[in-house]
């Protein structure tokens, strides 16, 4: 019998705690974890009842029952680690952005191309079924051509300037932050779904909190007002307009200083017959509407709709599936990649790559304020 694919982990925070998860759920077992110390290390493989807490990277690469790392640190250390695990053989799961400069991500994505292993970085919300019915309909002609591209990803776990986290710093989140944390998902999506690629871009960025209280290592919580306080330079919000290589003109505003707006990706692309739209904080519905005044609402579920989009309904329709089902999806295809199948849709450390590019694009354009090439 073939035993189970051994994973480790490394980075305890709230991704790496969902990235345990899903791995779990997908049939791996979890050999051990590595954190920001030894003695982290323990505690947290304690709590989660894993054999070992790893001492760093060294230790997980050396450990020859871990076939797949998954990489869940803060993004200055994604180029190194994920150079280790795959010259040490191993498959691996990187957390976007794959790196924080467009030279890292390339040197990564050249090197798993060399070695073969599978590599992939989670840009999930391409895992809500009604996501795969839109790119299925869009595939299909049902759209039309390609008229206009737009939306938001807003999000307000930034607004107290009380709150701060690793991300704000430069030196450990990368030269932009916003837009290479969430702004890369929704380029990413709006890509896989329309199937145009961005060829230009114009974009601005604002940091609006000039101070921010001294980063205590908790993210998304809300944390005492009154300590220390720290100048921030990355941007709290952006807008970009692009134009895909077929002309079609997108536009974006992403934020994490947007009050009452948690976690809202959302997208809408306008055809010459109809227009289509997602939210991600509304996930089981997918929007289309045409000219003719008719407005059409598909819901998820097994029971119709494209084939990806059932496959991934793992739950029957008004059970609500979300993000954790997401990740959960996105790991179990990583591991069938593993097993030499070839899902559908999945992200790769190539797509990892492209988001670099477009983030680098992104920062330039945001400098020079002129309308930049992303090639
Ligand atoms: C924080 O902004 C964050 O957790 C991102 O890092 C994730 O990629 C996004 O999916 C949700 O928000």
Redesign the pocket.
């Known amino acids: 019998m073939m035993s189970t694919l051994g994973v480790a982990i490394v980075g305890t925070g709230?991704?790496g705690a969902v990235h345990r998860r899903a791995a779990v759920l997908a049939g791996a077992t979890v050999r051990g974890v590595a954190a920001s110390s030894p003695a982290r290390a323990q505690e947290v493989a304690q709590a989660w009842g894993v054999p070992r807490g790893y001492d760093g990277i060294e230790d997980v690469i050396a450990d020859p029952q871990v076939q797949v790392v998954h990489v869940c640190t803060p993004n200055h250390l994604h180029r190194s680690m994920a150079q280790a695990a795959l010259e040490a053989g191993k498959h691996v799961v990187c957390e976007?952005p794959l790196a924080t400069t467009l030279e890292d991500a390339r040197a990564l994505a050249a090197l798993a191309a060399s070695t073969g292993q599978v590599a992939t970085v989670p840009f999930?919300y391409r895992y809500h079924p009604v996501v795969r019915e839109a790119r299925a309909r869009i595939a299909a002609g049902d759209i039309g051509p390609l008229r206009l591209i737009h939306g938001s990803y807003l999000?307000d776990?930034l607004l107290d300037p009380a709150s701060n986290n690793w991300?704000v710093d430069p030196a450990l989140g990368g030269a932009s932050r916003v837009f290479a944390?969430?702004g890369s998902?929704w380029c990413d999506l709006v890509e896989w779904v329309g199937g145009e690629r961005f060829a230009e871009v114009s974009a601005v960025f604002e940091t609006v909190i000039a101070e921010r209280g001294v980063a205590t290592g908790k993210s998304f919580t809300t944390p005492a007002a009154g300590g220390d306080t720290q100048a921030v330079s990355s941007e709290d919000a952006a807008a970009a307009m692009f134009r895909t290589g077929n002309g079609t003109l997108a536009t974006v505003t992403v934020s994490?200083v947007s009050a009452g707006r948690r976690?809202r990706l959302w997208f809408e692309i306008d055809g010459a017959k109809a227009s289509v739209a997602f939210d991600q904080e509304d996930c089981e519905r997918l929007w289309m509407g045409y000219p003719d005044q008719r407005e059409e609402v598909f819901v998820r579920g097994p029971g119709a709709g494209s084939a990806e989009q059932r496959r991934l309904s793992v739950l029957p329709a008004g059970h609500a599936q979300g993000y954790a089902n997401c990740f959960e999806a996105f790991v179990a295809d990583t591991y069938r990649a593993i097993a030499r199948e070839q899902p559908e849709g999945l992200p790769t450390f190539e797509d990892g790559l492209r988001s670099a590019l477009i983030v680098d694009r992104v920062i330039a354009s945001s400098r020079s304020r002129a309308w930049t090439p992303i090639a």
């Open positions: 709230m991704i976007k999930v999000q776990w991300r944390d969430i998902h994490q976690n």
